[in-house]
Each structure stands twice: as C-alpha cells, then as structure tokens.
C-alpha cells in the first residue's frame, strides 16, 4: 500500500480526494483513507479492550472465591440456602417435616389442656347441678329411707346437664316429662319420684308406711335374701343398693 502521487510543475504532490489522501493498495485499488474516522474507531475499540479487561479481572475474582468446588450443582444450592437465609426464611426444604412437627405439637398440648379444663369444669358442673339437686331434694328427704348420696349411687345416672338444666332419662333412655305439666320436662323432684315408682326393689328404698322397718317390704310379699341392711350401718345399706341394682 504506497500513496498515490501527481506531478505538478514538475513536483509530486499527494492526490486528495474529498479530502482524504488516495492510497493504492497492492492489488491496485485506489482508497480515500479517512484518517480522522481512523482515529475515532481505533479509540472506541480502546476503550471497548478496557471495559472487557475490567469485567474479565472481575470473573476472575468471582471465580477465585469458588476455587476447590467441583459440583456446581452443589454450590448453587448451597447459595439458594444462604439467599433464604438472608432473605430471614428459616424453613428450608429438609426442616419443613420437623417444623410441622413442633407445631402439631404445641397445638396438642395446647388442644389437650383445652379439653383437661373443659372435663373439670363439666365434673364441677355435674357435681354442684346434679349432686347438688339430690343433697337438696325434698321427695329424699320426705319420702327415702336412705340418705341421698345412697339414693345419688342408685339414680345418679338418670340425670344429665342439658344446656344447663338437670333433664332426667327413665331406663329405656326416654326423657322424664311432667304429669302435672303435660308436655314439659319434670323437674328434679318430680323426676326422681317417677324413676323410684319404675324401681323393681322400691319398697326397700322408701319409707315405711305401716311395715315393720324401714326395709321391710309392703302387702308381705315374698323376697329373695338380701346382702346388707337399708337399716343398718352407711356401709350395710351401701351393700343392699348394691344387691338390689345387681339382682335387676
């Protein structure tokens, strides 16, 4: 590649061609050489070298930080676990099982201490409602010859809480209603009264009304041998209620 030359009065000077000096490459081809574009092209590819030298220096660090790591699988997972680490998301896949563990049991407890104190409560309920009615009856007091936790032991379980009132339930398990008020529930007096007239053995629970004793039984019908004595010691009657309730 030469420049190209003309002869002027006897001088070579350079040919120009808009502006630009005409080379002659060695093939023979004639170029306008733009020395200015030149130059900005040679300064843009400068700067294009520095900026792809600063990001290499930049993997190269990056890359140092992970010298001695083969499994690259393993390393991103190891960061997927620092991300959720910082990211304060301290379940990771292998916890998720043990986390609900703890909660399940928390909740338990929690569910179980619920139902310890619902059980107290309805034992307290049952005590005061239901054993209460028994201390507190009328129809015991007036008409059974034994005391009224005897008559609680025999008849207790007739008697349930219902939305807060004692309801009483005869022996096929049918509520007890009131025949001085047909169509509503008897109330505990009433109630007891009818359970003790349905009772096989009620002659031996109830006042005597011209029998010799308070356990002797009415009319002199005929009994097997009894265990115990309604007029005996808490225990002796305790034992007859027994037998009475077994020979049913």
């Known amino acids: 590649m030469k420049l190209k030359t003309v002869e002027v009065d006897g001088k070579q000077y350079a040919e120009i061609q808009d502006g630009k000096p005409v080379y002659v490459e060695d093939d023979g081809k004639e170029v306008a050489f733009d020395a200015v574009g030149t130059r900005s092209t040679i300064t843009r590819l400068n700067a294009e070298a520095k ?41 990771d896949a292998g ?18 201490e619920a139902n310890g104190k619902a059980q107290t409560l ?7 409602k239901i054993g209460g009615s028994f201390a507190r009856s009328q129809f015991i007091a007036e008409k059974m010859a034994i005391p009224a936790d ?14 807060g009132k004692v309801v009483a339930y005869d022996g096929q398990g049918q509520k007890v209603f009131s025949r001085a008020r047909p169509g509503e529930l008897a109330d505990f007096n009433e109630a007891l009264e009818t359970l003790v007239s349905q009772y096989p053995h009620r002659d031996h629970i109830l006042k005597s ?3 010799n004793g308070g356990g002797a039984p009415n009319g002199g019908s ?17 034992e007859a209620i027994k037998g009475l309730t077994a020979s049913e």
């Open 122 to 128: 309805e034992q307290q309920l049952y005590s005061e």
């Open 209 to 211: 009304s011209g029998a």
């Open 222 to 238: 005929q009994n097997k041998p009894m265990k115990g004595s309604f007029g005996g010691s808490k225990a002796e009657r305790l």
């Open 150 to 163: 005897m008559v609680q032991a025999a008849f207790g379980s007739n008697f349930k809480i219902e939305d």
């Open 51 to 91: 900026s792809h030298r600063e990001r290499a220096d930049g993997f190269e660090k990056v890359a140092k930080a992970f010298e001695g790591i083969d499994d690259a699988a393993a390393a991103k997972k190891a960061l997927e676990t620092v991300a959720n680490l910082d990211a304060k998301k301290l379940v």
């Open 95 to 112: 916890e998720i099982e043990k986390v609900k563990g703890e909660i399940s049991k928390a909740f338990q407890a929690q569910l179980d």
